[in-house]
């Protein structure tokens, strides 16, 4: 399977928080599929760190190296991307769902999320 993260999701799978489902957890483990980290979660989670919204420690420090340790990839965002997500109908108006959404619509990945809202998208959603 090919899998994309939402934000919450990579969170919570590195620092080992029990409110991620059994599921995702096993999804993610699983060698056999393939596990995308968009690079609007580190846009999102630099942001959110930045302003004080978020407090994740040095989480960002070595981030690239941490995904690559834990057999993720870094999903790049493209001009198909970012038309995709400026297109899309206003369910939702978080900058970083939206990408997340037309990552996940153009490159046919599932998207690993406990947020219903994705599936207004018409996203495979799993949880």
Known sequence: M???????????????F???????????SETDNQIFVSA?????????????????GNILEGFEDALAEEGMSVLPMSMEH??????LPNH????FDRMLVAQAQADNLSLISNDKIFERYGVRRVW
């Open 18 to 28: 029990p409110s991620l489902s059994k599921r995702a957890s096993r999804l993610i």
């Open 40 to 56: 609007a979660t580190g846009w999102e989670l630099a942001i959110k760190s930045n302003s004080g919204k978020l407090e994740i």
């Open 92 to 95: 939702h108006k978080d900058p």
């Open 2 to 16: 090919k899998l994309l993260l939402d934000t919450h999701t990579l969170l919570w799978w590195l620092q080992k």
């Open 82 to 87: 970012a038309l995709r997500a400026g297109r």
